[in-house]
């Protein structure tokens, strides 16, 4: 008998690979980030029994009280970091997850580049971008964000394989998707993190190759 879990994964991937074949895209280039902040662990367990692996956490003390034992159960685990980094997790940060989506400013670029080359490991990172400039929100500014990739690559060696956005919550977000398409486009980036419970279907047209989904997999957070 399936877990409530596995059945949302299951009618989650098959909504999405039906979006991108709709918009003439290849459903195995959208991956489905679980986004597991806050979720018991049981159910966390009943998403890596139906085969799952990639999760996303927003903060990385969380984290580690989480995905040590589980990686040491499950190999093949790809952990996001999705949510803001301080610059004193950054050490923490690299050692537990496998990509980091929300490098957003020069200070935090220069650490976490030092930290890893200290760890000599392959980390990618996604340049996380302001898209709708708002104030309360993580970022580089738009018109910053082609000088700060090239920083990323060029002055720090940093592995930057995407763009990631949460975009402002209004009824029409499609412009925001598409714009960080374009920014991404320009800079030879291919790997667009955009799109989560509430509107993953239209970041999927817009290019999304990973949407970030919590509830529509685990259901109401606990707490």
């Not at 003439?24 to 280039?29: H, I, S």
């Not at 949510?83 to 650490?111: H, M, S």
């Not at 976490?112 to 980390?123: G, M, P, Q, T, Y």
């Not at 970041?203 to 109401?220: D, L, P």
Request: hydrophobic share 40%; with cysteine; net charge neutral.
């Amino acid at each position: 008998m399936m877990s409530e879990v596995a059945e949302n994964l299951a009618s989650l991937k098959k909504k999405i690979a039906k979006i991108a074949v709709k918009w003439q895209r290849n459903p195995e280039d959208v991956a489905l980030i679980a986004v597991s902040k806050k979720q018991p662990d049981e159910r966390v367990r009943d998403a890596l029994q139906a085969g799952h692996r990639e999760f996303g956490e927003n903060r990385v003390q969380e984290a580690q009280g989480k995905w040590p034992g589980f990686k040491s159960e499950f190999a093949d685990i790809k952990l996001h970091l999705i949510g803001p980094l301080q610059t004193n997790k950054a050490k923490e940060a690299v050692a537990l997850f496998d990509v980091i989506q929300t490098v957003d400013r020069p200070k935090l670029a220069k650490i976490l580049a030092a930290e890893i080359k200290a760890a000599e490991k392959d980390l990618p990172v996604y340049i996380q971008v302001n898209i709708g400039e708002e104030e309360q929100k993580s970022g580089i500014p738009i018109d910053e964000a082609d000088a700060f990739i090239q920083e990323c690559r060029e002055t720090h060696g940093l592995t930057v394989e995407g763009l990631m956005c949460i975009p402002p919550n209004v009824e029409q977000v499609a412009p925001y998707f598409a714009l960080l398409g374009k920014i991404a486009a320009r800079n030879g980036l291919e790997k667009l993190s955009m799109g989560m419970s509430g509107d993953f279907e239209t970041a999927v047209q817009f290019g999304a190759t990973s949407v970030r989904v919590g509830t529509g997999v685990f259901g109401t957070r606990t707490s």
